[in-house]
C-alpha cells in the first residue's frame, strides 16, 4: 500500500544524521519514514561528524553492531522499539508499526539503566489537566474498542467463565525478559505463586500472539496444563479476558500494563517499567529505588503513551497524536474483525463488486457465487430477498462520494448491518442500536463529535457534495424541501402517508401559508436517472422557487428550516443547526431532535444530544475506505479526501452504462 503523500518536516535541511547497521531497517520504509518526520535522518555510512548518532533495534541480537560503532565513534546510541499501540498482527507478519519510542537513555524495558519514559515518570509534573483529560479519554476509547498491542484478536469470542486467575505468557527469549531481571525460572516460580496465593481458584495461561501465531516459543506449553491449570491459545480480546479475571499475574508484559487500566493490581515477577510506581504489586526480589513516585493511573498512561511515543498518520503521512493513531488503528482492527472469516455478498450488481472487494475483501476475497466455505453472508439491502435471512445488509454510507451512486461513481463509505437497515423504521437497526448507546458521551467522544461537525460546516460537505451556486433567494422564513426518488427504499420503507414529493410539498404549504417554499430536486432525478421529476407548472401554487443542481450545503447556510420525508439533507440541517420537520420515519427521527408529523417507532426512547447522534451516525456506523492507501480510514480522512483528494471517479465502461440506465430511468426497478 503506498502511503498518502505529505510534506517532508521542517527544517529537514537541519535533521541529526543518524546511522545504523541492521539490515532489517533498510526493509522497513515506516521505521525510517517515522524517523525522518521526527527530525533524523537515517542513512547508511560511518559517524564522524558532530551530533551523529547510531540506531539500534531495541536490545536485538543485532544491536550489537550499532553499539561497537558508537563506542568506537563516539556517537550518541539511540534505542528504538515499537510503540505500544503497534498494528494488527505482530512485526513478524509483515504488519508495519503505528509508532516508534526514540529513547537516547536506553530501552524502557531494561532496568538496569533509566530510559527516557523513566526520567518522564519520575520529573515530569503530570499535573497538567488537559493531559489527564486527554489519558482518561485514551484509555476508555482502548477499552471500549478492544485495542491492544496486536489486534487480531475477536471480541466475540468466549473467554473462560469468569472468576479464573489470569497468567500471562511471553517469548522465549525477549530481551524484554532478561532485563527486566528474569528468566524461564521467574515464569516457573509466578505460575507456583499464582496458584498459592489463590488455592481454589482457576488458573488461565495466556499465551502470547507470537507464539500462537507460529513465530516464537513461549515459557509455557501444553505439557503446562492440568486439573485447574487451563492454556489459552484462542485470539481473546484481553480486555474481555482481563474482565473475568480475578487476579492477573506477569513479568514484564504489556498486558500487565493495561490490566491496570482494566481495574487489576497486577502481581508483577520482573521489573518492567510500569512497576515501581504504585500501581503493582512487585514480586521481584531487587528493589529500584530511584522508582519511588506514586502515580495515578492516567499519569503512568500520560507519560507512557501520550508524551513518550512518536505516533504516525499513514494518511497525511505525518507525525500526529495518540488520538489520530486510536482513529487509525480501529479503523484497521475493526475491518479485520470483521472480514478476517470472508464474505459472501448477494444482490450485488457488477459494478458494486470492486468497490466491495476493496471494503471488505482485504483478508480474504468476497465471494459472489457457490458455497460460503464458512464466509459470512452479505447482500445489498434493496435485494434483501437475494441473501439469506442472516445476511447483513449493505448500503451506501452518509459521506458517500463526490458524484452520484447513480452514475456508479464508487463509494467512499459503506454501512453493513447486521439487524435490518438503517432507512427501514419495521425493524431495529444497528444504527438504532448506536444511537441509544451514545445518548450519554465521555468528553472525548464529544470532543471528537463537536471537531467533526464543525469540519463538515466548513467545508460544505454533504452525502455526494455535488452542485452550482444557487440564485438569490426571495426573502422571508424560508423552508427547504428537499424532493426524493419516489421509488427508493426510503421512501417506500420509511415515508408513510406522505410518500411523494409533491405530497411533501402541499404538506410544507398548507402548514405555513406565509413561508418561502424553495424546492430542491433530488440529484438522481435531475440527472435524469431516476424516476420523480416535477415541473414548474406541477407545483407553481406550492413552491416560490425551483433550485435545480443547487450546492445543498450552501442553501442549508440560507434558510431558516427544513422540511422532508426521509431524506439524508434532514440531517445535514440538524448538523447545522437547523429545525427539521419529518413527514416519514428516517433514522434521525424519533430521538428528541426534529419535530416528527410521521409514525415513528416507539423504541426510539433515548434523548442523544445531536452530538450523541453525529457520532453514532459517522463515526460508529459506517465504515470508510481511503482511496489513496488503500486502507480501511477514519471519518475525518474521507473529509480530508472530499476536500482535496483524490477521489476515485467512474471508469468509461460506468459512465456508458450510467447514460444507459438514464434512457430506462422509469424502469430502474429493472436494473436497481
Known amino acids: 500500500m503506498q502511503a498518502a503523500p505529505g510534506p517532508e518536516p521542517a527544517g529537514a535541511e537541519g535533521r541529526r544524521r543518524v546511522f545504523y547497521f541492521n539490515g532489517g531497517f533498510l526493509r522497513q520504509p515506516r521505521l525510517r519514514r517515522i524517523m525522518a518526520l521526527a527530525g533524523y535522518d537515517m542513512r547508511i555510512g560511518w559517524p564522524g561528524g558532530a551530533g551523529d548518532a547510531v540506531a539500534v533495534w531495541g536490545h536485538s541480537p543485532y544491536a550489537r553492531r550499532g553499539e561497537a560503532v558508537a563506542a ?4 550518541a546510541l539511540i534505542r528504538l522499539e515499537d510503540a505500544w499501540l503497534r498494528s494488527v498482527h505482530p512485526g513478524r507478519a509483515g504488519s508495519p508499526p503505528l509508532g516508534l519510542l526514540i529513547d537516547h537513555s536506553g530501552a524502557h524495558f531494561d532496568a538496569s539503566v533509566p530510559s527516557d519514559l523513566e526520567r518522564l515518570l519520575a520529573t515530569h509534573p503530570l499535573d497538567d489537566t488537559a493531559l489527564m483529560n486527554r489519558a482518561r479519554g485514551a484509555i476508555a476509547r482502548l477499552q471500549e474498542a478492544h485495542l491492544s498491542k496486536y489486534n487480531a484478536h475477536d471480541p466475540q469470542l468466549q473467554c473462560p467463565d469468569p472468576g479464573y486467575v489470569l497468567v ?17 525460572n521467574t515464569f516457573r516460580e509466578m505460575l507456583y505463586y499464582a496458584q498459592e496465593d489463590n488455592p481454589h481458584a482457576r488458573i488461565v495461561i495466556k499465551t502470547h500472539p507470537e507464539t500462537s501465531g507460529g513465530h516464537r516459543s513461549g515459557y509455557f506449553s501444553a505439557s503446562d496444563a492440568g486439573d485447574r491449570i487451563t492454556l489459552l491459545t484462542d485470539p481473546v480480546c484481553p480486555w474481555r479476558l482481563m474482565e473475568g479475571a480475578i487476579a492477573v499475574y506477569t513479568v514484564t508484559s504489556q498486558l500487565g500494563f493495561e490490566a491496570i487500566f482494566a481495574g487489576h493490581r497486577p502481581r508483577v515477577f520482573g521489573r ?5 510506581w504504585g500501581l503493582s504489586d512487585d514480586r521481584h526480589p531487587l528493589t529500584l529505588p530511584r522508582r519511588g513516585r506514586a502515580l495515578s493511573r492516567a499519569q503512568i498512561f500520560a507519560a507512557a503513551m501520550i508524551l513518550y511515543p512518536k505516533w504516525y498518520d499513514p494518511f497525511r503521512d505525518r507525525l500526529c497524536q495518540i488520538e489520530q493513531a486510536i482513529d487509525t488503528l480501529e479503523a484497521e482492527a475493526r475491518a479485520w474483525r470483521d472480514d478476517h472469516r470472508g464474505w459472501c455478498a448477494h444482490g450485488m450488481r457488477l459494478w458494486k463488486r470492486g468497490p466491495l472487494q476493496k471494503f471488505y475483501g482485504r483478508y480474504r476475497p468476497v465471494t459472489f457465487r457457490g458455497p460460503s466455505g464458512g464466509r459470512r453472508h452479505m447482500v445489498w439491502a434493496g435485494k434483501a430477498a437475494a441473501g439469506p435471512d442472516d445476511a447483513a445488509r449493505i448500503e451506501d454510507g452518509f459521506l458517500r462520494s463526490r458524484g452520484l451512486g447513480a452514475q456508479l461513481v464508487p463509494p467512499l463509505s459503506l454501512v453493513c448491518d447486521t439487524r435490518g437497515i438503517y432507512y427501514d423504521p419495521a425493524q431495529p437497526s444497528d444504527l438504532e442500536v448506536w444511537i441509544s448507546r451514545r445518548a450519554h458521551l465521555r468528553p472525548d467522544q464529544t470532543h471528537r463529535a463537536e471537531a467533526l461537525i464543525a469540519a463538515i460546516c466548513a467545508q460544505g460537505a454533504t452525502k455526494y457534495n455535488l452542485g452550482g451556486a444557487a440564485p438569490a433567494l426571495p426573502e422571508g422564513h424560508r423552508i427547504l424541501v428537499p424532493g426524493q426518488v419516489e421509488d427508493d427504499a426510503s421512501i417506500r420503507s420509511g415515508a408513510g402517508d406522505i410518500s411523494t414529493n409533491i405530497d411533501l410539498l402541499r404538506a410544507a404549504r398548507a402548514a405555513n401559508p406565509g413561508a418561502v417554499i424553495l424546492y430542491k430536486p433530488h440529484p438522481d432525478v435531475e440527472a435524469g436517472l431516476r424516476s420523480g421529476a416535477l415541473g414548474p407548472g406541477d407545483i407553481a401554487d406550492l413552491a416560490d422557487l425551483i433550485l435545480p443542481r443547487s450546492n445543498p450545503a450552501d442553501l442549508l447556510r440560507d434558510v431558516q428550516e427544513v422540511w422532508t420525508m426521509t431524506s439524508l439533507l434532514g440531517f445535514e440541517a440538524l448538523l ?28 426510539r426512547s433515548a434523548r442523544p444530544t445531536l452530538t450523541g447522534l453525529v457520532h453514532a451516525t459517522l463515526i460508529d456506523y459506517p465504515r470508510y475506505h481511503d482511496p489513496v492507501t488503500g486502507l480501511p480510514c477514519p471519518v475525518e480522512v474521507v473529509l480530508d479526501r472530499l476536500a482535496a483528494g483524490p477521489l476515485p471517479k467512474a471508469g468509461a465502461g460506468n459512465r456508458a452504462l450510467s447514460k444507459l440506465q438514464g434512457i430506462f430511468a422509469s424502469r430502474a426497478a429493472l436494473w436497481r
Open 72 to 75: 568506537r565513534t563516539g556517537a
Open 272 to 276: 518492567p517499567f510500569y512497576a515501581g
Open 576 to 603: 447545522r443547526g437547523l429545525p427539521v420537520t419529518t413527514t416519514g420515519a428516517p433514522f434521525y427521527a424519533g430521538w428528541g431532535l426534529t419535530t416528527d408529523l410521521g409514525r415513528v417507532p416507539a423504541r
Open 168 to 184: 500471562i505468557d511471553q517469548t522465549r527469549g525477549d530481551a524484554a525478559v532478561r532485563l527486566g531481571g528474569a528468566d524461564a
